[in-house]
């Protein structure tokens, strides 16, 4: 099983950018796969996530700035980021879950780094 994050970037307050997760060893549309952040000092967060079923949550902070989809095609989940905020820095990673409410979290992939400029 592997995911791999890209995408981050540095950018200013306002702009946009687009995360991918590239999946594979497993069938994506079995599970749920969610977007976190990690900032240092402060608690890795569930930004977004996409289950199996094909509902969506966000974290309240970011809802209606960010909108997670899949790429079946690809076996790829993104995470598309508009009017980006200071706050919304951080290191982003995917994960695989069974379930977008349960903590667990089966697998990790690499983060990639947002930095948002004022």
């Known amino acids: 099983v592997q995911l791999q994050a890209s995408g981050g970037g540095l950018v200013q307050s306002g702009e946009s950018l687009k995360l991918s997760c590239v999946t594979s060893?497993?069938?994506?549309?079995?599970?749920?796969i969610a977007w976190f952040r990690q900032v240092p000092g402060k608690e890795r967060e569930q930004v977004a996530c996409?289950?199996?079923?094909?509902?969506?949550r966000y974290l309240d902070s970011v809802l209606g700035r960010f909108t997670i989809s899949r790429d079946r095609a690809k076996n790829t989940v993104n995470l598309e980021m508009n009017s980006l905020k200071t706050e919304d820095s951080g290191v982003y990673s995917c994960?695989?879950?069974?379930?977008?409410?349960?903590?667990?979290?089966?697998?990790w992939g690499q983060g990639t780094l947002v930095t948002v400029s004022s």
């Open positions: 994960a695989r879950k069974y379930f977008c409410a349960s903590p667990t979290r089966l697998d």
């Open positions: 060893g497993f069938t994506l549309d079995e599970y749920s």
């Open positions: 996409s289950s199996s079923d094909g509902t969506t």
